[in-house]
Every structure is written in structure tokens, then in C-alpha cells.
């Protein structure tokens, strides 16, 4: 049996949007920047759960985009901007692994991060297939 190695996929996702223009002055990673308060232009990039199914030999990450912003407005506009940027993954090559489809599980909503009162958040959930290149 061949070893499995599967892709970082919040990388994947985060060095595929940290490379469009549509996100030009938006913070994109898979873990909060320093001094994080909730109101700076951020996407945060995370494995959610999702399943490897054996037989197709595809990986079914779901993937939180956690788009934070002081305002609601601009926070919506950023989210809008990143879902339409992560749809077209599909086809993407990263390291040995193939995003061969991206679906979204759940759109953009509006969940107000609590201990972070001062920021506005929206949260999409993307469910991507990804198999060996």
C-alpha cells in the first residue's frame, strides 16, 4: 500500500488567494497576525473536518474563510471577494495534489465573533476534492 500525503490544504488555499489581486491589502493565513483585535482586513484559512474517501482516492476537505473587518460592510465585501476567488481553485495544482472541485457547503454568513467585539465576521465553507497530481 502507497503512503498517502496529503496536501496542507489551508495553505493551499491561502498561498492561491494571497496571489490575487482582488485581495490586494487583505491578511490572508491560517493563523491570526500578531496584535489580532478582530478589525484589520483578514481572511483566515481553516481545515474544518471533511473525509478522505478511499475508494475515489480523493480527499473532501471542508474549509472555513473566517473574513474579519472593523466594518460590516467591508467585512461582506471582502467575503464576497474571497468566494468568488476560492471557486476557481478547481484545476489548481499544488504540490503533488490536484483541487480537481470546490463547492461551497455553506455561503457567506454574517457570525458575530464574541470575543472580539469591535470586528465584524462573515463565514463560507467550501468543501474542495483533491487527488494525488
Given amino acids: 500500500m502507497a503512503v498517502l500525503n496529503f496536501p496542507d490544504v489551508e495553505m493551499l488555499v491561502v498561498d492561491f488567494l494571497k496571489n490575487r489581486t482582488e485581495m490586494s491589502g487583505v491578511t490572508i493565513d491560517n493563523r491570526p497576525p500578531a ?11 481553516s481545515r474544518a473536518g471533511g473525509a478522505w474517501v478511499d475508494d475515489l482516492a480523493l480527499d473532501h476537505p471542508l474549509v472555513d474563510l473566517e473574513v474579519y473587518a472593523a466594518d460590516k ?6 467575503s464576497l471577494a ?3 476567488c476560492a471557486v476557481e ?4 495544482t499544488y504540490g ?3 483541487v480537481t472541485d ?3 457547503a455553506d455561503g457567506p454568513r454574517w457570525l458575530p465573533d464574541y470575543n472580539r467585539p ?3 465576521r462573515y463565514l463560507t465553507t467550501l468543501r474542495l476534492s483533491i487527488s494525488p497530481a
Fill in 35 to 45: 496584535g489580532f483585535d478582530g478589525t484589520q482586513k483578514t481572511v483566515l484559512v
Fill in 82 to 84: 474571497a468566494r468568488a
Fill in 89 to 92: 481553485l478547481e484545476g489548481t
Fill in 118 to 120: 469591535a470586528s465584524a
Fill in 102 to 104: 470546490v463547492a461551497e
Fill in 96 to 98: 503533488t495534489a490536484l
Fill in 73 to 78: 460592510t467591508v467585512a461582506h465585501g471582502i
